[in-house]
Nanobody, 127 residues
Framework: VQLQASGGGLVQAGGSLRPSCSSS????????MAWFRQVPGKEREFVAA????????RYADSVKGRFTVSRDYAENTMYLQMNRLKPEDTAIYYC?????????????????????WGQGTLVTVSS
């Protein structure tokens, strides 16, 4: 599985962006997928996750109500619609995927449950 994140950029506070994460390779991801973000010098943090069948979605409290994660299964792509962006949303955004094991959804915010990671896309929000 290879993941390619794109769609980051520079936007003013209050604006919107929609990064995407395409899955490819001999076996495109059919598992759980997630977005994490990292500011240089700080730990990577969870943003959002969606189950393999899309039935469950969770968000970090800091983005709840502003960000929406979705999947296009036909295109093997995951999106992150980011609205009402704030300067503190500035980070490198990474997508990740892993096997969606039964009974492990409670751990979907943890980096350790994801096996494959994209290279990241930079989102910069100016004040």
């Amino acid at each position: 599985v290879q993941l390619q994140a794109s769609g980051g950029g520079l936007v003013q506070a209050g604006g919107s962006l929609r990064p995407s994460c395409s899955s490819s390779g001999r076996t495109p991801s059919t598992g759980r997928m997630a977005w994490f973000r990292q500011v240089p010098g700080k730990e990577r943090e969870f943003v959002a996750a969606v189950r393999s069948n899309g039935a469950n979605i969770r968000y970090a409290d800091s983005v709840k109500g502003r960000f929406t994660v979705s999947r296009d299964y036909a295109e093997n792509t995951m999106y992150l619609q980011m609205n009402r962006l704030k300067p503190e949303d500035t980070a490198i955004y990474y997508c990740a995927t892993g096997v969606d094991l039964l009974g492990t959804w409670n751990h979907s915010h943890l980096q350790g449950v994801y096996d494959y990671w994209g290279q990241g896309t930079l989102v910069t929000v100016s004040s």
